[in-house]
């Protein structure tokens, strides 16, 4: 049983900052790669940024410059810090995990979604 909890979504204005957190719970060995998604009306789910277990970072072109991920492997935790924020922005935030839960056995899990709205 393993769960990822979000949270920080919210509405801000147009240039306004947001942070979120999506926290791992349950028993696990370890986490790898984690990232943060979203997907805006009428459109298809995105990759937004990823943090690999090492921390390595990848940022979309869209973002890039203004969203900053990072993580903390001692509370199992994501972040992903939204500056400059614009109304294009709007969206439901989704946390992904690659979790390893025992020997070879491994699962990519999904937190419920924080909807970030920002308003012009």
């Known amino acids: 049983q393993v769960q990822l909890v979000e949270s920080g979504g919210g509405l801000v204005q147009a240039g306004g900052s947001l942070r979120l957190s999506c926290a791992a719970s349950?028993?696990?060995?370890?986490?790898?790669?984690m990232g943060w998604y979203r997907q805006a009306p009428g459109k298809q789910r995105e990759l937004v940024a990823t943090?690999?277990?090492?921390?390595?970072?990848n940022c979309a072109d869209s973002v890039k410059g203004r969203f900053t991920i990072s993580r903390d492997s001692a509370k199992n935790t994501v972040y992903l810090q939204m500056n400059s924020l614009k109304p294009e922005d709007t969206a439901v935030y989704y946390c992904?995990?690659?979790?390893?839960?025992?020997?070879?056995?491994?699962?990519?899990?999904w937190g419920q979604g924080t909807q970030v709205t920002v308003s012009s």
């Open positions: 992904n995990a690659g979790i390893i839960l025992g020997l070879l056995r491994a699962g990519d899990y």
């Open positions: 349950g028993i696990f060995v370890s986490i790898n790669d």
């Open positions: 943090i690999t277990s090492g921390g390595t970072t």
